[in-house]
């Protein structure tokens, strides 16, 4: 009997567990959607806000206005690491930190870290690109996580990457690439950089590490590639049919 009850005991408290983590994630995805939504918003009333083209090349205005939302919505997504560490989810740590960073440091190493960086169609094309995949991705989490997403928003979950994915590839590539323009000149990249000499012996040219990180973008067409090959398997379509 006490085994029993025991057994019964240890179910209740996995059940209540499981509920916690429901709704805990229907919150986390429900506020970032909301997130996204805003961002897309005040990014869609900015643009058409514009006079001129030079004005939608610089994106004036553009960061100030999203940028606390952004901030908190980009930087959030971290939680996702700490989700699939913990279990909440069934994903790669690792895969979902690699998915992550270069959006994070975009925000944080190149924008926020550059402000010139900030007047460039990039940061446009790539918010524009990261808000539509987001308010999508975290809608279809949110209602998946009661078996009730309709087929129409799994289709755009797996169809809207084809546009999305390489229009923000291309709009982080110009942001890094208007950062490198701006510290390009010795006397101004050595204020963001680490120079010799110093105490502690250590020298960091950060107009060289953007170089590096423009590198990795050589990664888009593998990645491109196993998207495709996820869209066929969720939507039962051939690869062969999607993929020359």
């Known amino acids: 009997m006490r085994i029993m009850d025991s057994k019964q005991k240890s179910t209740t408290q996995k059940q209540s567990l499981s509920t916690l983590t429901t709704y805990y994630l229907?919150?986390?995805?429900?506020?970032?959607?909301?997130?996204?939504?805003?961002?897309?918003?005040?990014?869609?009333?900015?643009?058409i806000s514009y006079k001129s083209v030079d004005d939608l090349w610089k994106c004036h205005?553009?960061?100030?206005?999203?940028?606390?939302?952004l901030k908190i919505c980009q930087t959030a997504a971290f939680l996702e690491v700490v989700h699939a560490m913990f279990g909440l989810?069934?994903?790669?740590?690792?895969?979902?930190?690699?998915?992550?960073?270069?959006r994070v440091f975009l925000v944080w190493g190149v924008a926020n870290y550059i402000p010139h960086a900030q007047l460039s169609?990039?940061?446009?094309?790539?918010?524009?690109?990261?808000?539509i995949t987001e308010i999508i991705r975290y809608a279809y989490y949110a209602l998946n996580l009661f078996q009730v997403s309709p087929?129409?928003?799994?289709?755009?979950?797996?169809?809207?990457?084809?546009?999305?994915?390489?229009?923000?590839v291309t709009g982080e590539i110009l942001t890094i690439i208007k950062a490198m323009q701006t510290i390009y000149p010795e006397i101004v990249r050595n204020r963001y950089s680490i120079v010799l000499p110093n105490k502690f012996n250590f020298g960091f040219d950060y107009f060289y590490f953007l170089c590096v990180v423009l590198?990795?973008?050589t990664y888009?067409?593998?990645?491109?590639k196993h998207m495709f090959k996820q869209r066929a398997k969720t939507?039962?379509?051939?690869?062969?049919?999607k993929i020359q």
């Open 121 to 131: 169609l990039g940061i446009f094309l790539a918010v524009t690109a990261w808000s």
């Open 151 to 168: 087929q129409l928003l799994t289709w755009c979950r797996y169809s809207f990457f084809i546009v999305l994915y390489p229009l923000g």
């Open 89 to 102: 989810v069934r994903s790669n740590p690792m895969i979902v930190f690699i998915q992550i960073i270069s």
């Open 26 to 47: 229907l919150i986390y995805n429900s506020i970032l959607t909301v997130g996204w939504t805003f961002i897309l918003y005040e990014t869609i009333k900015q643009v």
């Open 235 to 241: 939507l039962n379509t051939s690869p062969s049919k």
């Open 220 to 224: 888009f067409p593998t990645m491109y």
């Open 61 to 69: 205005g553009l960061w100030n206005a999203i940028e606390i939302p």
């Open 215 to 217: 590198l990795a973008y």
